[in-house]
């Protein structure tokens, strides 16, 4: 049975970093492009990262770049998502989804992340 499990969100004050994982199993993680996908209050579901499955190779979303390392380790059967300069605005839930784009072959079910002072 495939399963992607977030953690790491939170309530924290702009500016801080925060660091979400996102452990995968039922499948050969190692095999899959993997990204991280956030849905703000309101809005549709946003792609923001995605890393190459030997983890050479990243791609962000300009809403992000520069302040979010996607990042994994596949021995761990991990993805990662680094994140400073926090604000606001990227109040969202935060989800790893298997694929480098939509439609996705599999989801998490999301971690919180909320930004205020």
């Known amino acids: 049975q495939v399963q992607l499990v977030e953690s790491g969100g939170g309530l924290v004050q702009p500016g801080t970093p925060l660091r979400l994982s996102c452990v995968a199993s039922g499948f050969v993680f190692a095999n899959y492009y993997m990204s991280w996908v956030r849905q703000q209050p309101g809005k549709d579901p946003e792609w923001i990262a995605a890393i190459w499955n030997d983890g050479r190779h990243t791609i962000y979303a300009n809403s992000v770049k520069g302040r979010f390392t996607i990042s994994r380790d596949n021995p761990k059967n991990t993805l990662y998502l680094q994140m400073n300069n926090l604000t606001a605005e990227d109040t969202a839930i935060y989800y790893c989804?298997?694929?480098?784009?939509?439609?996705?072959?599999?989801r998490g079910q999301g971690t919180q992340v909320t930004v205020s002072s």
């Open positions: 989804a298997r694929g480098r784009a939509p439609p996705y072959s599999a």
